[in-house]
Nanobody, 120 residues
Framework: QVQLVESGGGLVQPGGSLTLSCAAS????????MGWYRQAPGKQRELVAI???????KYLDSVKDRFTISRYNAKNTVYLQMDSLKPEDTARYYC??????????????WGQGTQVTVSS
């Protein structure tokens, strides 16, 4: 059984910073891309940032130059450093990873989400 566990959310004032972490654990697996998504009330879930197994990254336009995604492969962990946070960044943030538990088969796994609230 593989699971993704996120941590690091919370309440922060506008202009502040938070770092989210997501660790994959469980039975033997391989990891391809890892990413962060978010969903605000009444809105669709959107991709915030993604990092490939080779380290290539892609960001939502509205978070470019403020957020940084990184991964530490030795610990099967992906991070999202969020700086200069704005109220519109308020959402539940979800980690997603493309994992291979059975050789040749890839599936998407999701974490349970962590709440980020930006408010004064």
């Amino acid at each position: 059984q593989v699971q993704l566990v996120e941590s690091g959310g919370g309440l922060v004032q506008p202009g502040g910073s938070l770092t989210l972490s997501c660790a994959a654990s469980g039975s033997s697996f391989s990891i391809n891309a890892m990413g962060w998504y978010r969903q605000a009330p009444g809105k669709q879930r959107e991709l915030v940032a993604i990092v490939s197994s080779g380290g290539s990254t892609k960001y939502l336009d509205s978070v470019k130059d403020r957020f940084t995604i990184s991964r530490y492969n030795a610990k099967n962990t992906v991070y999202l450093q969020m700086d200069s946070l704005k109220p519109e960044d308020t959402a539940r943030y979800y980690c997603k990873a493309a994992l291979s538990v059975v050789a040749g088969t890839w599936d998407d796994y999701w974490g349970q989400g962590t709440q980020v609230t930006v408010s004064s």
